[in-house]
């Protein structure tokens, strides 16, 4: 038996969070939500996940605040970070390290 998928979801919309949640979980994936930025990262520090789904504008730290903690203090350049977020032409300006990719790369 393979083990599920492990997937922290940050997103403090409450009825998105729920809705990404059942869906995974639909498709075979364990899951995780974190309502706040601060969640996400203690939940990090103790749960290994095998992708990060967070929205960017998060209360207490944000997207960005978690993917500096996966990449530069928690040392790991190959967890996959999705970053759903409103916000997408803010982010691209304000990070060089933000990739581009097409939605077909995930099938």
Request: aromatic share 4%; net charge negative.
């Amino acid at each position: 038996m393979v083990d599920a998928k492990k997937i922290l979801i940050a997103e403090d919309n409450p009825v998105l969070a729920a809705v990404l949640q059942r869906n995974l979980q639909r498709c075979g994936y364990q899951t995780k939500v974190a309502n706040d930025g601060w969640e996400a990262i203690e939940s990090l520090k103790t749960q290994p996940v095998d992708l990060l789904l967070t929205d960017f504008q998060l209360p207490g730290a944000t997207g960005g605040d978690i993917c500096r903690f996966v990449r530069q203090e928690r040392n790991d350049p190959d967890l996959p970070i999705l970053i759903c977020t409103a916000k997408s032409v803010e982010l691209l300006q304000q990070s060089e390290s933000v990739q581009q990719w097409h939605p077909t790369a995930l099938i």
